[in-house]
Each structure stands twice: as structure tokens, then as C-alpha cells.
């Protein structure tokens, strides 16, 4: 088969451009950016061509499927739509993968990455593992049996997706722009996790809680009503230690070289899974304890006595987090965060929970909000200067003004955006290596 990806450089889209490749098709892909980003790496070394024009010829039987973020009036689309090609949904299309597989659905408002890199970690150095990241990550051999499938509620996409396993990290508010409150939210997880064999949830989410699930469901958590309990926790600035309990039983002791409670829960949604399908206790916990975070997470740079730290965190309590990790990593440092907004909705609906956790960060810098898909003037009295009012001594930055943050010694300064904030980052990096000459 033929397709052509538009908006190859979206994360969830080069990952499918990079499945559909190994799966043996033909793939060629359009994107409108053209500068270098961290989501073509997959693509690069497939040699994967992709093209930001429309001067290219395309077989008349090439099947297309484009990112959301591409709106119908879009040029591309347009051409496409008018030499009558198949069009096939990017969620569809994922799902019909899905289908051919014994699929592990990660799903959760939060951690979705994180988690189905550490289960892919594991199971592709064990039993074998095709996988679908969320970071532009994506690799298939037609051999394997299992497929982690990262499983984003956007749009309601992963009710295409077929899950033997669901996952689910937590619930909670957001993609404002297309839920209207918390209880559709949960019902369309609710929805999701029916459609599976198994549910792996993390019980200590009231949230998750409140789903009426109709199929085997194992809980994970801190608390004692959980089927699979974390104990004995240990939080250092090298990482994480705690030990594992299954009904009641101790399963074994685990460390991890990561940050925050929240990434103890992650790794016990990847403990379950994997013991589930008879991976061996030690072959889990040796993998968990050489792994290493997904791109853009928690990603460390150290310039003298700055650290800089490259976060997918653009949720209130993802940011929240980020901050508490860096506190635990880095003690001793000031924690600066630096914040890009992404979608009007979002910040309107989160608007008092961003100003609350950009509190615990020592000093925060806030970017003018950044969105593709909303205009700004439906949204009158949005911006980044009502957080910046409300948290003290908060600041608004910008790429042009960016050598602000060489002010700060001995710190560990968080860029933390779903969107491209990495291009502040790189100015930043930049002036820091000048810094240091």
C-alpha cells in the first residue's frame, strides 16, 4: 500500500508514518514546518521523504490521512480531496493496526508517554514489541504479537483503537475545546477501557474510580485497596526505589532512575502488564533500572552550574510534577520555570491552576499563549499576563528576550510546553555555551 501523511511532523503523525513504513508500505509525507524537529528523527533514518509543497506527483492510489491540526481549507488538503484519493481518519487508520495485534492501550490524562515507553522498553528487550509512542516514536515488525499503543482521548480518537489491555494513568480535565465537563470526560474512558480483555488502572484516582467497568480490572497505587501496591519509597536526587505488592504479597523490590512519585506509578502500570504476560520479575526490574524517559521529558542538559530541563508538560499538574522532580534531582538549586501555553481553552478553563503551581517554582517566566487551532479573539480576556499578575514575582519572556535567564546561577530552569518552546530552549542553550567559553 501507498500513503501520503500530512502533517508528517506531528508527533502522533510521524509515528504512524514510521509503523506504516515497517509494515512495508510505501510512505511520503507533507508538513507545512520546515525547520528540523525532534519528531523526524524516525522518518530521517526510514528515508521518508517529505515534501512542503505542492508540486509533487501523487499515485492515484496513495490513501492520505493528515493531522487535526490541518483544517479542510488547508491547500494540501484541498489537492488531495480534489484528485479523489481515499482519505482514511489518522485515528481510524491507528486503530486498524491496532486490530491486527494484541494491543496494550495506555491511556490517562497524564503519563501516557512515560508509560508506554517503559513497558515498550521492556517487552522489546523481552518477549518482543511493536510500539506507538507519542513522541514521534514508532517501530512495527509484522512478527510480533504485542503492540504498546499510546491511547489519546483528543477528539475521543482512542475509541477507534482496540485494546486487549487498557490502561489507564488517571482522569482528569482536559481538551477543553472538545469535552464539556469532567463526567464526559470519564465516560469516554469509561467507553475505552469496556472495549478490552483486561484494565490496568491506577486506583488512587477518584476519577478512575468512578468508571463502571464491566471486565477484569486491576488496580495500582500507593493506597491499600489496590490490587498492586507501592511501599517502602525511597526518593533520592539519583532516583527512585520502592517495593512491590500483589494482593497483599510481596512481588519484589524495584529502582528506578527517575523522579516524583508519579513515575513510581507509571512504573506500576508497567510492572503489571509485564509480569501479565510472563515477563520474569528481574528481567523488569533491570530494564526499569537502565531506562531512559521518552524525548522531550524530564530531558537534562548541564551548562557549569545551570541545568536546563526539556518538559512535554503543558497541564497543570504535569507542571506541577516537573517542578516537584527538579526539587528532588536538584536540592540545592533555584527552580525556574519557564512556561509556554498552548490553546486559549486550556488556559481559560486551567487559568487558576497554572497560577497556583507556577508558585512553587522559586521564579516562572510565562510565554505569550500559542495555539493553531483557536483564534484569539474568541477567547477576549485570555492571555499570559493574567497568570503572570497572580503569581509574584513572575515574568513574561520571549525568544527576543530570552537572555533574562542569564541572571540565574546554580539553577535548574524547566522549559515546559506541549509546543515548540524548544526554540527558546536552543537560543537559551546557546547563549549559555557562549557564556561559559
Not at 491496532?98 to 522498553?121: A, D, L, Y
Not at 520571549?398 to 530552549?425: G, Q, R
Amino acid at each position: 500500500m501507498k500513503y501520503y501523511c500530512i502533517g508528517i511532523k506531528g508527533s502522533g503523525m510521524a509515528t504512524l508514518a514510521e509503523i506504516l513504513f515497517d509494515l512495508g508500505n510505501e510512505v511520503i509525507g507533507y508538513d507545512d514546518y520546515k525547520e528540523y524537529k525532534f519528531t523526524q528523527e524516525g522518518i530521517d533514518k526510514r528515508g521518508i521523504m517529505i515534501y512542503y509543497d505542492s508540486n509533487h506527483e501523487i499515485d492515484e492510489n496513495t490513501i492520505v490521512t493528515y493531522s487535526k491540526a490541518f483544517s479542510s481549507d488547508h491547500p494540501e488538503i484541498k489537492r488531495v480531496k480534489k484528485l479523489g484519493l481515499q482519505i482514511i481518519d489518522y485515528n481510524e487508520l491507528i486503530g486498524k493496526i491496532s486490530s491486527k495485534f494484541k494491543t496494550i492501550g495506555v491511556s490517562g490524562t497524564h503519563g501516557k508517554t512515560t508509560t508506554s515507553t517503559m513497558i515498550s522498553h521492556v517487552l522489546k528487550n523481552t518477549k518482543g514489541c511493536n510500539y506507538f509512542i507519542g513522541d514521534g516514536t514508532g517501530f512495527a515488525d509484522k512478527k510480533n504479537e504485542l503492540f504498546t499503543l499510546e491511547s489519546c482521548e483528543f477528539n475521543k480518537h482512542f475509541l477507534s483503537y482496540h485494546p486487549y489491555y487498557a490502561i489507564v494513568t488517571n482522569i482528569e480535565l482536559e481538551h477543553t475545546e472538545c469535552y464539556k465537563d469532567i463526567n464526559e470526560i470519564i465516560d469516554t474512558f469509561e467507553i475505552f477501557c469496556n472495549k478490552a480483555s483486561v484494565v490496568i488502572a491506577c486506583g488512587d484516582d477518584l476519577n478512575v474510580r468512578k468508571m463502571n467497568l464491566n471486565n477484569k480490572v486491576i488496580y495500582y497505587g500507593f493506597n491499600e485497596g489496590n490490587d498492586v501496591v507501592a511501599k517502602n519509597i525511597n526518593l533520592t536526587k539519583n532516583g527512585s526505589s520502592f517495593d512491590v505488592y500483589t494482593n497483599g504479597k510481596l512481588y519484589g523490590h524495584f529502582d528506578i532512575p527517575l523522579f516524583g512519585d508519579h513515575m513510581i506509578l507509571n512504573a506500576l502500570a508497567c510492572i503489571t502488564v509485564c509480569n501479565l504476560e510472563g515477563v520474569k520479575k528481574d528481567d523488569i526490574h533491570d530494564l526499569l533500572h537502565t531506562f531512559e524517559n521518552a524525548k522531550r521529558r524530564f530531558k537534562e542538559k548541564v551548562f557549569g552550574d545551570v541545568v536546563t530541563i526539556d518538559d512535554y508538560a503543558h497541564h497543570p499538574t504535569e507542571i506541577r510534577v516537573t517542578i516537584a522532580s527538579a526539587k528532588q534531582k536538584y536540592p540545592n538549586k533555584e527552580i525556574v520555570a519557564v512556561f509556554l501555553p498552548n490553546t486559549y481553552s486550556r488556559t481559560k478553563a486551567l487559568m487558576s491552576d497554572f497560577i497556583e503551581v507556577l508558585k512553587t517554582a522559586d521564579k516562572a517566566y510565562v510565554m505569550d499563549i500559542h495555539c493553531d487551532r483557536e483564534k484569539k479573539e474568541d477567547y477576549p480576556g485570555v492571555s499570559s499576563d493574567e497568570i503572570i499578575k497572580n503569581v509574584p514575582n513572575a515574568e513574561k519572556i520571549s525568544i527576543d528576550t530570552v537572555d533574562k535567564l542569564l541572571k540565574h546561577n546554580n539553577a535548574a530552569i524547566c522549559f515546559m510546553s506541549c509546543t515548540n518552546i524548544y526554540e527558546i530552549l536552543d537560543k537559551f542553550e546557546e547563549l549559555l555555551k557562549n557564556k561559559n567559553k
